[in-house]
């Protein structure tokens, strides 16, 4: 059974950083890509960042460009997100994902597994 379990959110003053880890189990991903989106109250789930299965290309949503960083290790069946220079509009529910291709996207409905998601807040 494939399980996506993310941890590392938690309160965090702006400016601050926080990284995010998304442990996969079940198979192994290495040739899968894989991506965090999140959610906030009220609106819709937004994508944030996404890794190919090597790792060579990524693709940033506007909003973090610059100021987050994702990053995967295959022989851990983890990705990791690097967030710096937060914000109080990034307060969010974080999910990670993976997908049964190969090459990054932002679509959501392209994701095949996802986890429970790890709350990350910021306050200005």
């Known amino acids: 059974q494939v399980q996506l379990v993310e941890s590392g959110g938690r309160l965090v003053q702006a400016g601050g950083s926080l990284r995010l880890s998304c442990a996969a189990s079940?198979?192994?991903?290495?040739?899968?890509?894989m991506g965090w989106f999140r959610q906030a109250p009220g609106k819709e789930r937004e994508f944030v960042v996404g890794?190919?299965?090597?790792?060579?290309?990524?693709l940033y949503g506007d909003s973090v460009k610059g100021r987050f960083t994702i990053s995967r290790d295959n022989a851990k069946n983890t990705v990791y997100l690097q967030m710096n220079s937060l914000k109080p509009e990034d307060t969010a529910l974080y999910f990670c994902?993976?997908?049964?291709?190969?090459?990054?996207?932002?679509?959501?409905?392209?994701?095949?597994?996802w986890g429970q998601g790890t709350q990350v807040t910021v306050s200005s």
């Open positions: 994902a993976v997908r049964g291709g190969t090459l990054a996207t932002d679509r959501a409905g392209l994701y095949d597994y």
């Open positions: 890794i190919s299965g090597s790792g060579g290309y990524t």
């Open positions: 079940g198979r192994t991903f290495s040739s899968n890509a």
